[in-house]
């Protein structure tokens, strides 16, 4: 399968930014666009000017995008794009694949199940219920692995590899 265009959704942590050095293993020096996606929301309390909180945002993604595709570049990918998109990061990171035509989603889980998932939610499950597009799913190498009875195992010791 020849992919054109990968998606890299990034929401600046250090588990998001592991899907970073398996795109590049793909993309492996071909003519394959990255484009690094962050979802960007504005919280502001009230009376505080909601554009001037939007801005901000917005400015400091692109920022780190920018540094993001940097080190990109730094390993060998040599079409990288920033895309910032306001809004939630799952309806924002199905409506960048489908606006880029994405043909593979890169992105990490901390694997959650249970009370946690519920809690938290999950923003890749409801990437993966909102798309087409194929997702290739990183799990945060150090989360227990629940094996199909609902008890947890150690996470195998892969070197923090996925």
Not at 27 to 36: M, N, Q, W
């Amino acid at each position: 399968m020849k992919l054109d265009t990968i998606v890299v959704p990034l929401d600046g942590s250090v588990l998001a930014e592991m899907a970073l050095a398996r795109a590049a293993e793909i993309v492996g020096g071909a003519d394959t666009c990255v484009i690094l996606v962050r979802a960007a929301q504005a919280y502001t309390f009230p009376g505080v000017d909601m554009v001037d909180a939007q801005v901000k945002v917005v400015r400091e993604a692109e920022a780190y995008l920018a540094d993001a595709a940097a080190r990109m570049r730094a390993l060998d990918v040599k079409d990288v794009r920033g895309s910032v998109w306001y809004g939630a990061a799952a309806p924002a990171i199905i409506e960048a694949a489908k606006a880029h035509h994405a043909d593979l989603i890169v992105m990490t889980t901390h694997g959650r199940s249970g009370l946690g998932r519920l809690v938290l939610g999950s923003v890749a499950g409801s990437v993966v219920c909102g798309t087409t597009t194929p997702i290739l799913l990183l799990r945060d190498g150090t989360a227990a692995v629940a094996t199909p009875d609902g008890s947890a195992e150690e996470a195998p010791s892969d070197h923090g590899r996925n």
